[in-house]
């Protein structure tokens, strides 16, 4: 059923229980208002491959130069899991710390932002805490040592929340689609 179904129905509902009696009506209809305020638009599976891509790509192009240019260009072919201090700062660390940094002042990392897309409370619809950003970045290891099924739970959660935004009570919205029944943007 579309948005414009459920107002109709709504309406409609409100014709029938309530006809005659304009102070239920009038409570209803602000009911309505209000209930589609708190509405989220989740966004699914696509989007947030792309913006996970544009930020793949943005941490490649500042940590490959610099690995290069500090263990030469055997780094690219050396079969090691970590090939030093360096190795782990650029590829572990500074990815973690960017990224919980992004989330924590932005709501998004950078591929996110060109989506227009941000991580919010799933129950508050609010800015999340520190510790569920953590929880987000650590779940995303879970998600992916489960052969990446915690990230294609997204494809079919209803609030299209990977195993990541459920441990961090999370979920990654459109600001500028969140629409309230007059058209308007929301308060």
């Keep these: 059923m579309s948005r414009t179904d459920h107002y109709i129905f709504d309406y409609v509902k409100l014709i029938l229980f309530y006809a005659g009696d304009t102070a239920n009506i009038r409570d209803v209809i602000d009911e309505i208002i209000n209930k589609d305020r708190n509405i989220m638009h989740y966004i699914g599976f696509w989007p947030r491959l792309a913006a996970t891509i544009i930020d793949s790509v943005i ?31 650029l590829s572990w660390v500074f990815p973690l710390v ?5 989330w924590f002042y932005k709501q998004a990392t950078p591929g996110k932002m060109v989506l227009k897309l941000i991580i919010v409370d799933a129950k508050t619809g609010g800015k999340p805490s520190l510790q569920q ?8 290891f879970i998600s992916f040592l489960a052969l990446g099924i915690g990230y294609l739970w997204i494809i079919w959660d209803p609030k ?12 990654v919205i459109n600001p500028e689609n969140q629409q309230n029944a007059l058209g308007s943007a929301p308060d």
Excluded: C, M, N, S
């Design 160 to 171: 299209k929340q990977g195993w990541h935004d459920k441990l961090a009570g999370t979920v």
């Design 59 to 89: 941490l490649l192009v500042i940590t490959i130069p610099l690995l290069i240019a500090i263990y030469g260009w055997g780094y690219i072919d050396d079969e090691r899991f970590i090939v030093g201090t360096y190795d782990f700062l």
């Design 133 to 140: 950003y953590i929880l987000r970045y650590l779940g995303y």
């Design 98 to 102: 960017a990224t919980i940094a992004f």
